[in-house]
């Protein structure tokens, strides 16, 4: 079957229906295939970013810096929003249709060859190994130098983490998601990201919750990593604008640095100051402090408090600290009109917290909810009825995504905002309807 494959849409149904038939591997596994491969990509300088919210945002500033720089850097990230192959990048550009199909072809022919131990257990990589094993692939083929890897789930486990050598770790904001899989406590959690840890490695960190800073300190101090925390007070003077955000960031005892993030969405202000922290521990000649403002003001990520039309914002928040910060920079944005909320979630988030925590909020005057697509969706009845739980606000239930996107279209004629969140699917689909895929 495998060998049939000979285009990149067959490819990406191929990896699609993973899922259908093969579980999680162990790591062990993992490195063994990696290693069947020839180990590619893991001779460059590799930084793994693990964390609950705002991976994608570090990895994304660190690339766009490495890019300023001149420095080739290859980036791993997900979920894609419309294209596989979006999980893939270099230099900005993500893998064009026959560079995929060429990795896939790569891992594919692998698989016919599997080493004793693998083939005993009849070993099929998982939808998001399969995926890391391309990535891999691909980031060695072009060249490489730095390898920005984001973690799918957790960190230890993760297939990630099969990569022994690195050059930086970073662990963004830790909140409670995947409790099933990771832990029911902040604790808990933070230690499975803090997996991804290295001897001798710096590691870099957010100080917000102090049991998970303590825990990430616990687990830096038995691996033998590097501490680099980076405190709420190493920032200063944030001073939001329209459409972008200025502050500064301490970088010796008294020294601060002027930066710009070009989104409203408050929370990337950590996020980049995550970056910059960990670009510093890279002691890059190359990496100077003109480029590093320059590659963060250019960063846009997709997805991200990303205004797709007229006053009319999309924000991929899914968990409850997401929607915190999301709601945090609702509130901050200047105007006086109408709010309008688009919602959808998949029905394994905590769905009722999150709907409390927006109802409550009192941000917003009117309310639309969506059914997504696919056996995860949660049904429009249930949206509906749990934000009836919660507020006497109009909520109206879309049967079609067109028809919401439809009235978020009026929504800047008038002067009044309308924002779309709930789930990274929901941002996919609203991007696949509005026909921007990808970043090429």
């Not at 890059?284 to 007229?310: A, K, N």
């Amino acid at each position: 079957m495998l060998e049939q494959i000979t285009t990149y849409a067959a490819a990406e149904d191929y990896i699609n229906a993973i899922p259908r038939f093969t579980g999680k591997s162990s790591i062990e596994d993992t490195r063994r295939f990696l290693a069947h491969m020839g180990n590619p990509g893991t001779d460059r300088k590799i930084i793994h970013i693990a964390g609950t919210n705002g991976k994608g945002s570090v990895c994304a500033y660190l690339c766009s810096v490495f890019r300023r720089a001149g420095i080739s850097a290859g980036m791993f990230t997900s979920p894609h929003l419309v294209a596989m192959r979006e999980r893939m990048a270099v230099n900005g550009r993500i893998a064009a249709e026959e560079e995929f199909l060429e990795a896939f072809r790569f891992v594919a022919d692998r698989l016919g060859d599997l080493p004793p131990e693998l083939a005993a257990k009849s070993y099929h990589p998982s939808f998001f190994e399969f995926l890391f094993f391309m990535a891999m692939y691909f980031f060695d083929r072009a060249g490489a130098e730095y390898i920005v890897l984001e973690t799918g789930l957790g960190g230890r486990l993760d297939a990630t983490n099969a990569v022994t050598e690195k050059a930086l770790c970073v662990i963004t904001s830790i909140g409670y998601d995947h409790m099933e899989y990771l832990g029911d406590t902040l604790g808990d959690i933070a230690a499975e990201k803090a997996g991804i840890l290295r001897r001798g490695v710096p590691v870099v960190y957010p100080v917000l919750q102090p049991e998970a800073t303590a825990r990430i300190e616990v687990c830096a101090a038995e691996a033998g990593a590097v501490c680099v925390p980076v405190s709420p007070e190493a920032i200063k003077e944030i001073k939001i604008r329209h459409k972008t955000i200025d502050f500064s960031l301490q970088f010796n005892y008294d020294e601060y640095i002027g930066f710009t993030v070009s989104t409203p969405a408050l929370y990337q202000v950590q996020n980049a100051a995550l970056a910059v922290r960990a670009l510093l521990c890279l002691e890059d000649g190359r990496i100077t402090v003109p480029v590093m403002q320059e590659g963060i003001r250019g960063m846009v990520w997709e997805g991200r408090m990303e205004e797709i039309l007229p006053s009319v914002y999309l924000d991929g928040a899914h968990n409850i600290d997401g929607i915190r910060a999301f709601l945090d920079t609702v509130k901050a944005q200047p105007g006086s009109g109408r709010r309008k909320l688009l919602f959808s979630v998949v029905r394994d988030k905590q769905y009722q917290a999150l709907i409390r925590e927006i109802a409550l909020s009192g941000l917003f005057d009117e309310i639309g909810v969506v059914q997504l697509h696919g056996e995860r969706a949660l049904p429009l009845d249930m949206l509906q009825d749990t934000f009836g739980q919660y507020t006497d606000l109009p909520c109206t239930a879309y049967g079609d995504l067109r028809d919401a996107v439809a009235d978020l279209k009026a929504v800047g004629d008038a002067g009044d905002r309308a924002y779309i969140v709930g789930s990274l699917y929901l941002a996919g689909e609203i991007k696949a309807l509005l026909r921007r895929p990808g970043r090429d």
